[in-house]
């Protein structure tokens, strides 16, 4: 017995590829844009938010080529599951990518960060670097078809969520009666929710995966049931 | 079943709607259809010494379409041939096993293989009407043979080119020779021939593997349609097909079935590696 769809095998495998590689780029955009906002280097903000365009390129090429395969191949099985989740994939990176964007717009609107805000910034660097982490994780997991990696997404997700609280609250306080502060204060909210989203895709893409390799798909977890539901009840 | 006399056929109410719950496998849902379900229990089909079908069990749901797929040669034409005793019919050949239908067994003793044949039609590979008889005498040809012309014979045909997709195409024309139509009205002709004696079970080997993309479709259609009043199993090549219109699919290698289960899941998540395999094109 021989593989008789090598082509059309080569085509799946070349959008799985290109979807991944678009996967590095968000990780590299979201370090960018992180560290735009700790530096305030609006240099690097304004590339992060150029550079999305490349990634919304990426994502029509791979939505486009998604819609041939289905349209011309017919893929089944574990074909049908890989071309879904690749489009799927794809999806959330793009979301990833204008998450990057909205964090690099805050550095222009942000200004000198007032005293006593280094607790905070260092919690959007952790932040950023954990979500960035999951980014690579979520790829590897992708490539190796490994569940359990693409399930601890969920626990490393945990370290973002606490993050996001603990900046909120803190953010709130450092706002008082100043009113630079205050507004100071809400873009940091505002930077450490969409770092919180790009840690939700990572996950979402974790999904993903667990779907191509084990035919069932089920949310590792859901905000109004906790403890995840499957999409056959 | 009673011996040696047409008995199989028997009053039908025509289901119309599917109201089954959701299953996991064609052997978990329950059904109540007054349509015919077969049963296949350790059959194995020889060629002389070799054995083309080896032990498979696979149900016929009533009032349902079961593709069987699988590559040239796995014994899927054997098996269809199984069902309605025509694979008895080529010398050197032998059947183990049962063929039940409604729980009866086909094979069983005094069964008379013509009243077999009558309960469970067969439509071909090729359209093959009667090339010198009419479009009317190809489908009164099988009620002429079975003994049931009667005396609304023009009724019946009708019913019969009606119920096969052809009659409005053809009603013009009756006298015209069966061989003069289309291929794929040819098709619809045989199936119309099959299922004027009113079968319970319509057996299909290939059925559109001779015809163009439109009249695939066209039998597609129809046959969505039928499985409301019979029970349909269908051989195909064309993964694409059994997809299209089945509600569970069998895959077949080297003579033993490897799987049967709802068509979705054989296409979106077999359980079986060489299912697998096959149905992605990995080997074949």
């Known amino acids: 017995m021989t593989e008789s769809r090598t082509d059309f095998h080569g085509h799946l495998g070349e959008l799985e590829e290109e979807a991944l590689s678009t996967l590095e780029l968000t990780s590299t955009a979201l370090d960018q844009a992180i560290e735009a906002v700790l530096t305030r280097d609006t240099e690097l903000a304004v590339m992060v938010i150029d550079g999305d365009d490349r990634i ?49 717009k805050m550095v222009s609107l942000m200004g000198e960060p007032p005293p006593g805000s280094e607790e905070i910034i260092a919690k959007v660097e ?81 999904e993903q995966i667990a779907f191509v390799v084990t035919g069932e798909f089920r949310e590792f977890t859901d905000a109004s049931r906790p403890g995840g539901v499957s999409a056959t009840g | ?96 096993g049962a063929v039940k239908l409604d729980g009866e067994d086909i094979y069983g003793p005094g069964i008379d293989p ?39 014979l023009n009724a019946r045909v009708e019913a019969a080119l009606r119920g096969a997709g052809l009659w409005d195409e053809v009603k013009d024309r009756l006298g015209k020779p069966g061989s003069a139509l289309s291929g794929g009205q040819q098709q619809r002709l045989c199936i119309a021939r099959a299922i004027a004696v009113e079968p319970e079970v319509v057996l299909m080997d290939e059925p559109c593997s001779a015809l163009d993309p439109q009249a695939t479709l066209r039998i597609e259609e129809l046959i969505t349609e039928l499985k409301n009043r019979y029970t349909i199993a269908i051989v195909t090549h064309n993964m694409q097909q059994a997809a299209r219109v089945a509600d569970s699919t069998a895959f077949m290698l080297n003579g033993e079935l490897v799987e049967h289960a709802l068509t979705d899941k054989i296409f979106t998540n077999p359980s079986d590696k060489r299912t697998e395999d096959y149905v992605t094109g990995r080997f074949g």
Not at chain 1, 71 to 99: C, K, W
């Open chain 1, 126 to 206: 952790a932040a950023g670097n954990q979500a960035r982490d999951q980014i690579r994780q979520a790829e590897v997991a992708f490539r190796q078809r490994n569940v359990n990696l693409a399930e601890n997404l969920v626990s490393q997700d945990d370290v973002i969520d606490r993050l996001n609280r603990q900046i909120f609250r803190e953010a709130v306080e450092i706002g008082g009666d100043d009113d630079h502060a205050r507004e100071w204060g809400a873009h940091v909210m505002l930077i450490a929710r969409y770092i919180e989203r790009i840690g939700d895709n990572t996950v979402d893409i974790g």
């Open chain 2, 114 to 152: 013509v009243a077999v044949r009558a309960a469970i039609g067969m439509v071909f590979q090729k359209p093959n009407p009667f090339p010198t008889m009419s479009v009317f005498d190809n489908v009164a040809a099988g009620l002429r043979l079975t003994g049931k012309r009667g005396r609304n």
């Open chain 2, 1 to 96: 079943m009673t011996r040696t006399t047409p008995p199989m056929v028997r009053p039908r109410t025509t289901v119309t709607t599917r109201e089954d719950p959701p299953r996991t496998t064609s052997a978990s849902r329950p059904t109540d259809r007054s349509a015919r379900r077969v049963e296949l229990e350790g059959l194995t089909a020889y060629y002389g010494d070799n054995a083309a079908v080896q032990g498979v069990s696979l149900e016929f749901r009533p009032s349902e379409v079961t593709a069987i797929i699988g590559p040239s040669g796995c014994g899927k034409s054997t098996l269809v041939r199984c069902v309605n005793r025509m694979h008895e019919e080529i010398p050197g050949t032998r059947v183990e």
């Open chain 1, 56 to 104: 919304d390129g990426r994502y029509l090429d791979v939505h486009q080529g998604v819609l041939n395969l289905l349209a011309r191949q017919a893929p089944v099985a574990s074909d049908l599951r890989l071309t879904a989740a690749v489009l799927h994939t794809i999806h959330h990176v793009e979301r990833m990518g204008d998450l990057c964007v909205n964090i690099a």
